[in-house]
């Protein structure tokens, strides 16, 4: 069965950092992309990085940019992204996805059952 599950959520002050995890299984992970997105109540789904098959290259959504890092280890089928200096507006849940295709929407995506992460004082 293809599954991703996602972990490391939870609540955190304005400033502070987290790190999530997405173990992935039934599908050879490290042929593919991977690619992280959030929703936040009341919005649609919005990308928020992406790397590439061997880890090497990593790319943002300029509202994450300076912040956000996302690194994956292909030995232990996982995929992280590490948030620092957090903002409310980060307020989410938080999805790794799976493409077939670079082009397939991030909808129409493999996903997970999410992870929330909140960002309040």
């Known amino acids: 069965e293809v599954q991703l599950v996602e972990s490391g959520g939870g609540p955190v002050q304005p400033g502070g950092s987290l790190r999530l995890s997405c173990a992935a299984s039934?599908?050879?992970?490290?042929?593919?992309?991977m690619y992280w997105a959030r929703q936040a109540p009341g919005k649609g789904l919005e990308w928020v990085s992406s790397?590439?098959?061997?880890?090497?290259?990593?790319y943002y959504a300029d509202s994450v940019t300076g912040r956000f890092t996302s690194s994956r280890d292909n030995a232990k089928n996982t995929v992280y992204l590490e948030m620092s200096n957090l903002k409310p507006e980060d307020t989410a849940v938080y999805y790794c996805v799976r493409k077939l295709q670079a082009q397939q929407p991030l909808d129409d995506a493999l996903r997970g059952q999410g992870t929330q992460v909140t960002v309040s004082s």
């Open positions: 790397i590439d098959a061997g880890g090497r290259n990593s």
């Open positions: 039934g599908f050879k992970f490290s042929h593919y992309w």
